[in-house]
Protein backbone atom coordinates (compact mmCIF):
# COMPACT_ATOMS: atom_id res chain seq x y z
CA UNK A 1 0.00 0.00 0.00
CA UNK A 2 1.51 3.34 -0.81
CA UNK A 3 2.58 5.25 2.18
CA UNK A 4 0.27 8.84 1.86
CA UNK A 5 2.35 12.22 2.58
CA UNK A 6 0.88 16.01 2.11
CA UNK A 7 2.08 19.14 2.01
CA UNK A 8 1.24 22.46 3.14
CA UNK A 9 1.53 26.09 3.08
CA UNK A 10 1.05 28.98 5.19
CA UNK A 11 0.63 32.33 3.71
CA UNK A 12 2.50 35.74 5.11
CA UNK A 13 2.19 36.62 8.17
CA UNK A 14 3.19 40.24 9.32
CA UNK A 15 4.27 40.70 13.01
CA UNK A 16 2.41 43.40 14.70
CA UNK A 17 4.42 45.48 17.56
CA UNK A 18 2.58 47.09 21.00
CA UNK A 19 4.23 50.42 21.41
CA UNK A 20 4.59 52.20 24.88
CA UNK A 21 6.00 55.29 25.71
CA UNK A 22 8.30 56.15 28.68
CA UNK A 23 10.29 59.66 29.69
CA UNK A 24 14.21 58.77 28.89
CA UNK A 25 16.87 60.04 30.88
CA UNK A 26 19.40 60.74 28.18
CA UNK A 27 18.84 62.24 25.25
CA UNK A 28 22.09 62.01 24.39
CA UNK A 29 21.94 59.15 22.36
CA UNK A 30 18.31 59.37 20.87
CA UNK A 31 17.59 59.17 17.74
CA UNK A 32 15.81 62.52 16.52
CA UNK A 33 12.34 61.04 14.95
CA UNK A 34 10.53 63.75 13.15
CA UNK A 35 7.83 63.78 16.15
CA UNK A 36 5.34 61.09 14.94
CA UNK A 37 5.62 58.90 17.88
CA UNK A 38 6.45 55.20 18.28
CA UNK A 39 6.84 54.21 14.12
CA UNK A 40 9.32 51.89 12.52
CA UNK A 41 10.77 50.75 15.48
CA UNK A 42 12.88 53.71 16.42
CA UNK A 43 13.95 53.88 19.86
CA UNK A 44 13.51 57.67 20.53
CA UNK A 45 10.77 60.62 19.57
CA UNK A 46 11.12 64.37 20.66
CA UNK A 47 7.57 65.26 21.70
CA UNK A 48 7.67 68.97 20.78
CA UNK A 49 4.60 69.91 22.79
CA UNK A 50 6.21 68.55 25.91
CA UNK A 51 9.97 69.43 24.63
CA UNK A 52 11.33 66.27 26.10
CA UNK A 53 12.67 62.98 24.19
CA UNK A 54 10.12 59.48 24.59
CA UNK A 55 11.48 56.17 24.58
CA UNK A 56 9.41 53.61 22.71
CA UNK A 57 8.88 50.39 23.99
CA UNK A 58 8.27 47.90 21.18
CA UNK A 59 7.04 44.34 21.79
CA UNK A 60 5.87 41.29 19.51
CA UNK A 61 2.64 40.56 20.05
CA UNK A 62 1.86 37.85 17.65
CA UNK A 63 0.26 36.10 20.22
CA UNK A 64 -0.56 35.13 23.57
CA UNK A 65 2.61 33.47 25.62
CA UNK A 66 5.52 34.77 23.17
CA UNK A 67 8.10 36.72 24.99
CA UNK A 68 8.94 39.93 24.47
CA UNK A 69 11.24 41.06 21.29
CA UNK A 70 13.48 44.70 20.89
CA UNK A 71 14.29 44.60 17.39
CA UNK A 72 16.64 47.65 18.57
CA UNK A 73 18.90 44.78 20.52
CA UNK A 74 19.02 42.44 16.99
CA UNK A 75 19.39 45.54 14.59
CA UNK A 76 20.94 48.78 16.50
CA UNK A 77 21.39 50.27 13.12
CA UNK A 78 18.28 50.18 12.14
CA UNK A 79 17.16 52.26 15.06
CA UNK A 80 20.52 54.33 15.25
CA UNK A 81 21.54 54.26 11.48
CA UNK A 82 24.67 56.44 12.08
CA UNK A 83 26.70 54.76 15.29
CA UNK A 84 24.79 51.89 16.39
CA UNK A 85 25.72 51.58 19.81
CA UNK A 86 26.46 48.55 21.90
CA UNK A 87 23.23 46.42 22.51
CA UNK A 88 24.52 46.76 26.06
CA UNK A 89 24.20 50.40 26.86
CA UNK A 90 20.79 50.06 25.02
CA UNK A 91 19.84 47.17 27.53
CA UNK A 92 22.00 47.11 30.49
CA UNK A 93 19.60 45.03 32.11
CA UNK A 94 20.21 42.02 29.46
CA UNK A 95 24.25 42.13 30.18
CA UNK A 96 26.22 40.54 33.14
CA UNK A 97 28.50 42.00 35.15
CA UNK A 98 26.35 45.19 34.97
CA UNK A 99 27.54 48.04 33.56
CA UNK A 100 29.90 48.17 31.33
CA UNK A 101 29.66 44.24 31.65
CA UNK A 102 29.49 41.27 28.94
CA UNK A 103 27.08 41.34 26.76
CA UNK A 104 24.78 38.51 28.21
CA UNK A 105 23.02 38.46 24.36
CA UNK A 106 19.79 38.48 23.49
CA UNK A 107 16.49 36.93 25.20
CA UNK A 108 17.30 33.44 26.01
CA UNK A 109 16.14 30.97 23.19
CA UNK A 110 14.19 27.94 24.77
CA UNK A 111 16.23 24.79 24.76
CA UNK A 112 14.16 23.02 22.21
CA UNK A 113 14.73 25.50 19.70
CA UNK A 114 18.35 25.01 19.44
CA UNK A 115 19.38 22.14 17.39
CA UNK A 116 22.10 19.86 18.62
CA UNK A 117 25.67 20.64 17.09
CA UNK A 118 26.82 18.15 13.89
CA UNK A 119 29.72 17.14 12.97
CA UNK A 120 30.88 16.56 9.10
CA UNK A 121 32.98 13.78 9.43
CA UNK A 122 31.36 10.44 8.32
CA UNK A 123 31.04 8.27 11.45
CA UNK A 124 31.26 10.67 14.50
CA UNK A 125 29.02 10.48 17.27
CA UNK A 126 27.01 13.12 16.31
CA UNK A 127 26.68 13.16 12.26
CA UNK A 128 23.50 13.51 10.72
CA UNK A 129 21.22 10.98 9.96
CA UNK A 130 20.23 9.56 6.74
CA UNK A 131 19.28 11.68 4.32
CA UNK A 132 20.07 14.72 6.22
CA UNK A 133 23.88 16.50 5.82
CA UNK A 134 25.78 18.96 8.46
CA UNK A 135 25.27 22.30 7.74
CA UNK A 136 28.58 24.15 7.44
CA UNK A 137 28.02 27.61 8.51
CA UNK A 138 25.44 26.63 11.54
CA UNK A 139 26.60 23.38 12.14
CA UNK A 140 23.44 21.83 12.54
CA UNK A 141 21.77 18.84 10.21
CA UNK A 142 19.30 19.82 7.22
CA UNK A 143 17.67 17.97 4.98
CA UNK A 144 20.33 16.53 2.03
CA UNK A 145 20.58 18.69 -1.05
CA UNK A 146 17.16 21.19 0.09
CA UNK A 147 19.12 24.33 -0.55
CA UNK A 148 20.43 23.89 -3.63
CA UNK A 149 17.43 22.67 -4.87
CA UNK A 150 15.70 25.59 -3.29
CA UNK A 151 18.29 27.97 -5.25
CA UNK A 152 17.87 25.98 -8.43
CA UNK A 153 14.02 26.21 -8.19
CA UNK A 154 14.29 30.13 -7.53
CA UNK A 155 17.30 30.34 -10.66
CA UNK A 156 14.86 30.02 -13.49
CA UNK A 157 11.70 32.07 -14.52
CA UNK A 158 8.84 29.69 -13.43
CA UNK A 159 4.95 29.91 -13.27
CA UNK A 160 2.64 28.53 -10.12
CA UNK A 161 -0.25 27.54 -9.61
CA UNK A 162 -2.23 29.59 -7.11
CA UNK A 163 -5.54 28.57 -5.75
CA UNK A 164 -8.02 31.90 -4.83
CA UNK A 165 -11.86 31.81 -3.41
CA UNK A 166 -12.17 32.54 -7.11
CA UNK A 167 -10.73 29.31 -8.80
CA UNK A 168 -7.41 28.28 -9.66
CA UNK A 169 -5.04 31.11 -11.58
CA UNK A 170 -1.39 31.30 -12.30
CA UNK A 171 1.16 33.47 -11.28
CA UNK A 172 4.80 34.16 -13.16
CA UNK A 173 7.63 34.85 -11.22
CA UNK A 174 10.95 35.51 -12.80
CA UNK A 175 14.08 34.12 -11.91
CA UNK A 176 15.70 35.52 -8.55
CA UNK A 177 18.31 35.57 -6.27
CA UNK A 178 19.98 32.59 -4.13
CA UNK A 179 19.49 32.27 -0.56
CA UNK A 180 21.39 30.99 2.42
CA UNK A 181 20.55 29.49 5.80
CA UNK A 182 19.61 31.33 8.92
CA UNK A 183 21.03 29.67 11.58
CA UNK A 184 18.13 31.07 14.10
CA UNK A 185 15.42 30.79 11.88
CA UNK A 186 17.19 26.65 10.93
CA UNK A 187 16.35 26.90 15.28
CA UNK A 188 12.59 27.29 14.65
CA UNK A 189 12.60 24.85 11.48
CA UNK A 190 14.30 22.28 13.44
CA UNK A 191 11.68 22.83 16.86
CA UNK A 192 8.66 22.40 14.44
CA UNK A 193 9.50 19.61 12.37
CA UNK A 194 11.02 17.84 15.22
CA UNK A 195 7.90 18.70 17.37
CA UNK A 196 5.37 17.39 14.69
CA UNK A 197 7.29 13.94 14.47
CA UNK A 198 7.38 12.97 18.04
CA UNK A 199 3.47 14.34 18.85
CA UNK A 200 2.11 12.80 15.53
CA UNK A 201 0.46 16.55 14.82
CA UNK A 202 0.98 17.97 11.70
CA UNK A 203 0.25 22.13 11.06
CA UNK A 204 1.57 24.91 11.59
CA UNK A 205 0.15 26.03 14.21
CA UNK A 206 1.35 23.70 17.33
CA UNK A 207 1.02 24.60 21.11
CA UNK A 208 -0.56 27.70 20.56
CA UNK A 209 2.40 28.89 18.13
CA UNK A 210 2.54 30.27 14.56
CA UNK A 211 5.72 29.93 12.75
CA UNK A 212 6.16 33.77 13.49
CA UNK A 213 6.03 32.91 16.84
CA UNK A 214 8.36 29.68 16.53
CA UNK A 215 10.90 32.39 14.48
CA UNK A 216 10.89 34.84 17.43
CA UNK A 217 11.45 32.36 19.62
CA UNK A 218 14.25 30.62 18.48
CA UNK A 219 15.90 34.39 18.17
CA UNK A 220 14.82 35.30 14.39
CA UNK A 221 13.23 39.18 14.07
CA UNK A 222 11.93 39.23 10.98
CA UNK A 223 8.57 37.62 9.39
CA UNK A 224 8.55 34.50 8.39
CA UNK A 225 6.27 31.97 6.05
CA UNK A 226 5.88 28.00 5.84
CA UNK A 227 5.82 25.05 4.16
CA UNK A 228 5.46 21.83 5.59
CA UNK A 229 4.99 18.55 4.25
CA UNK A 230 4.62 14.94 5.82
CA UNK A 231 5.49 11.04 4.15
CA UNK A 232 7.97 12.30 1.56
CA UNK A 233 11.20 9.98 1.47
CA UNK A 234 13.47 12.60 -0.35
CA UNK A 235 13.98 16.40 -1.19
CA UNK A 236 13.46 15.88 -4.37
CA UNK A 237 10.12 13.82 -3.84
CA UNK A 238 8.83 16.99 -1.29
CA UNK A 239 10.57 19.88 -3.27
CA UNK A 240 8.40 18.22 -6.56
CA UNK A 241 5.32 18.25 -4.59
CA UNK A 242 6.18 21.37 -3.27
CA UNK A 243 6.92 23.64 -6.81
CA UNK A 244 3.23 21.83 -8.36
CA UNK A 245 1.22 22.76 -5.30
CA UNK A 246 -1.87 24.85 -5.89
CA UNK A 247 -1.67 26.12 -2.19
CA UNK A 248 0.99 28.70 -2.33
CA UNK A 249 4.11 26.11 -1.63
CA UNK A 250 5.76 27.17 -5.20
CA UNK A 251 5.06 30.87 -4.65
CA UNK A 252 7.03 31.16 -1.72
CA UNK A 253 9.57 29.26 -2.94
CA UNK A 254 10.16 32.02 -5.53
CA UNK A 255 9.46 34.84 -3.58
CA UNK A 256 11.95 37.86 -4.65
CA UNK A 257 11.37 39.26 -1.24
CA UNK A 258 12.81 36.40 0.97
CA UNK A 259 15.92 37.35 3.09
CA UNK A 260 16.63 34.29 4.23
CA UNK A 261 16.24 30.41 4.01
CA UNK A 262 16.09 26.90 7.06
CA UNK A 263 15.02 23.69 6.30
CA UNK A 264 13.92 20.63 8.69
CA UNK A 265 13.26 16.92 8.78
CA UNK A 266 12.36 15.46 11.59
CA UNK A 267 11.57 11.41 11.64
CA UNK A 268 9.95 9.02 13.76
CA UNK A 269 9.27 4.92 13.90
CA UNK A 270 5.10 5.69 14.89
CA UNK A 271 2.40 6.02 12.71
CA UNK A 272 2.21 5.82 9.06
CA UNK A 273 3.72 9.67 7.91
CA UNK A 274 7.63 8.61 9.06
CA UNK A 275 9.04 12.13 7.76
CA UNK A 276 7.75 15.78 8.98
CA UNK A 277 9.57 18.28 6.33
CA UNK A 278 9.28 22.12 7.00
CA UNK A 279 10.86 25.00 4.89
CA UNK A 280 10.94 28.68 6.57
CA UNK A 281 11.54 31.50 4.81
CA UNK A 282 12.60 34.81 6.43
CA UNK A 283 12.24 38.18 5.98
CA UNK A 284 13.67 41.53 6.77
Not at 104 to 126: K, L, M, Q, R
Not at 191 to 213: E, I, K
Amino acid sequence: MKTPWIVTPLLSLAATWACSAEPNADPETALLAAGTGCHDNVPEYYDAASGEWVHCVYTSTPSPGSPPVDPCWYFPSLCYPNEPPDPCELHPDSCSGGGGGEPGGPPEIPPEFVPPTCSEEAGAPNACPDGQTCESGCKVCVPSGMLEAVNAARAEARTCIVKSDTGTTTKHFPATHALSYDCKLLGAAYQHATNMASSLRYGHVLDGRDPNDRAHLAGFLGNATENIAAGATSTAQVMAAWLGSDKGHCGHIMDPDVSVLAAALGTTTEGKLKTYWVQMFGYY
